[in-house]
C-alpha cells in the first residue's frame, strides 16, 4: 500500500474486487467478481525467472520454430511474433550490445 488510495504491486499479487450487497459479502458468495493476478515480466526473460540470460535467446529461437508455445516476454521487438529476430536481440541484450 501507497496511501489510502494508491497501491503498489507486486510479482504474484492477486486484486480482487466484488459487488458487496451486505456485510456478509465474500468473493464467493457476489454475482459480481473481478479477480486479477499480477505478473510482472520483464521483456526477453522468456522463462519468467526473473533475468535476461541465453537461456532465453534458446527458448524465444524454440518458440520460434513453434517447438514451444509463444510468450508476449519473447516478442522483443514487438512486431506480434517470436521469430529468430527476437532470439538475436536476446543475445545482443545479453551481450550488453542493446537494451530491449
Ligand atoms: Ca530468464
Ligand atoms: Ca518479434
Redesign the pocket.
Known sequence: MVGPNGYELDDGDVVTWYHADSMESTPENTDMLVRIDVSLARP??????????T??AVIALQMAVRAVPPNGEADVNHDGAVTSLDSMMIMQAVAGAITI
Open positions: 526477453g526473460d522468456a522463462n519468467h525467472d526473473g533475468s535476461v540470460t537461456a532465453d
